[in-house]
Each structure stands twice: as structure tokens, then as C-alpha cells.
């Protein structure tokens, strides 16, 4: 395991660098890469020798931003919407064609409850009060998003015999919490998503896991009405970066069916930050001797 580190978030994540097998050079596809935590991963993943396909629905700009910063060779820009089948096979077979190889999907893409109401973190919208449409929109995007992904993806890393699927999930008081639906019910099930197909891909070499901050986190999803005085409070997206790359690393290949959370993720002691997927209180997995 490596050293912890001395330094602050940049020298962190170069230490946490060092834990990729650099003798493959991995692949992966981070959906939403333009903005928040998308962003922050991919650009932690490229900074490790990963190259990345970063997808956005939308706002192409963004995309194409983060490629002008890390350079063509490294970020490879896709427009697509996670909710269409066609657009999670086209993404795959982009990967496929611009790099050869498809080793890691980040399921990031998202969408959260400013889309019911922009003052959703001081007025609760109670769940009989949510528009069809927008309840529609949120559990396709937060739930089918990743499976249609998965299912595109998967099939490639499965006949490699080694891969990474993370799901990027949220703290269970969330998932609890008066007001967050469809939110909440959104990445609950996402949870489930994680520990089922972690199930069905054991013995492939493809591992499944959950990542999540710990906390709010200062990206789109804060609305404008959030206090200006509450915004220190927020997580810094690149608390992601560092048990990002310890998922993707060779480190564990038996870590499978986990939850970890960022904020309390140490470089020294990683599996203090790690449980199982889900709702249970299992310890996670160890990994193998």
C-alpha cells in the first residue's frame, strides 16, 4: 500500500497515481465528465496515464474544454445521452475505435433534485408533489444510465478478463432523507445496481463498486439559492480522485460489491473507508493473501 501522503489534494493524487499498473494503458469512460465530479475524475484519471472518453448530454463545450486542457492524445470528447441505448453503444464503440480498448466505466452522470425545485435544500417537495415528467428524468438518467452503459461496456471487459465499473453513489441518510425523492429512491436503487451486477460478474475479473463523496460537494448540483456563508462547507470534488484510483488499480482486484467513501478514504488504510454495496452492514471483502 502506499505512503500517506505529505502534501495536499495534487500530491495526493500523484502518489495515488502510482498504484496503476503502467504497463497497460487503461481506458476509461467517465459519462458527465464536463462539469462537478465528472470533471475532477477524469481529469485525476488522465493525470495517472489513464486516457478517458468523457461524455456529456449536453453542454459540448465543457467536454471539449477538459480535452483543450489535457490534450487530445488523453481525452477523447463525446456528445451522448446516457438514456438512449443507441448513445451508450455509440459511446463504446468510439472508445473502441479512438483507443482500441474499453477497461474502466465511471457511471457519473447525473441528475439531481434542483430539477424538482431550485430551492429543494430549505423546501422539501413531498414525493405526491413531483412532476411525472421530472420524476421520469431523474430515475432514467441516475438508474437506466448506468445500466445501459454497463451493458455496452461490460461485454468487452468481460472477454479481456479484467475491468472496473464504478457507480457513483451518495451517503444513505440521502437515500432516507423527507423530501429528496426521486432523488434518493434514484441512487438507492443505484446501490442495488451495484451489488447485483458485482454478483453476476464474479470470477470475470470485472469488479463493481460505489463511490461516493461523503458529503455535499460543491458542483451543478447545489443551487444558486444555496448561502454563500455554506459553500466552505462543501467537499471539494477532487476528494474522488484518490479512491478513484485506487478502484482502478490492480490493488483490487478483489475489492467487489463495495461502497467507499471519499472523505474517508486514507491512502494508508483504504478499507477503513470501505463497506458493502447496499443496505446491510457487511464488512468488506479482503483482499486476497
Not at 70 to 93: F, I, K, Q, S
Amino acid at each position: 500500500m502506499p505512503n500517506p501522503p505529505k502534501g495536499g489534494t495534487a500530491e495526493k493524487e500523484l502518489e495515488c497515481a502510482d498504484t496503476i499498473n503502467r504497463s497497460a494503458a487503461r481506458v476509461a469512460i467517465v459519462t458527465g465528465a464536463g462539469r462537478g465530479l465528472g470533471r475532477a475524475m477524469a481529469l485525476g484519471l488522465t493525470r495517472s496515464g489513464i486516457r478517458v472518453v468523457a461524455t456529456a448530454a449536453r453542454e459540448r463545450a465543457e467536454i471539449e474544454a477538459l480535452t483543450a486542457e489535457v490534450g487530445e492524445r488523453m481525452v477523447l470528447p463525446v456528445l451522448a445521452d446516457v438514456t438512449r441505448e443507441a448513445d451508450a453503444e455509440r459511446v463504446v464503440a468510439a472508445t473502441l475505435e479512438q483507443f482500441g480498448r474499453v477497461d474502466i466505466l465511471v457511471n457519473n452522470a447525473g441528475r439531481g433534485m434542483k430539477y424538482v425545485r431550485e430551492t429543494f435544500m430549505t423546501e422539501p417537495t413531498r414525493f405526491w408533489e413531483v412532476e411525472p415528467e421530472t420524476w421520469r428524468m431523474v430515475i432514467d438518467t441516475n438508474v437506466n444510465g448506468p445500466f445501459l452503459m454497463a451493458r455496452a461496456a461490460t461485454p468487452h471487459m468481460v472477454r479481456a478478463g479484467w475491468g472496473r465499473i464504478v457507480n457513483i453513489s451518495m451517503n444513505r441518510s440521502t437515500m432516507r432523507r423527507a423530501g429528496f425523492s426521486p432523488y434518493g429512491p434514484s441512487k438507492a436503487a443505484l446501490e442495488s445496481e451495484t451489488a447485483i451486477w458485482a454478483q453476476d460478474l464474479a470470477g470475470t475479473g470485472v469488479t463493481v463498486n460505489a463511490l461516493l463523496p461523503g458529503g455535499a460537494t460543491l458542483t451543478g448540483m447545489i443551487p444558486d439559492t444555496f448561502p454563500v456563508n455554506a459553500r466552505s462547507t462543501l467537499l471539494d470534488p477532487r476528494v474522488m480522485v484518490p479512491p478513484l484510483l485506487w478502484l482502478v488499480s490492480e490493488e483490487t482486484n478483489a475489492i467487489t460489491g463495495c461502497r467507499v467513501t471519499a472523505n474517508r478514504w486514507e491512502d494508508a488504510n483504504p478499507l477503513g473507508a470501505t463497506e458493502s454495496a447496499g443496505w446491510g452492514s457487511e464488512p468488506a471483502p479482503q483482499p486476497a493473501s
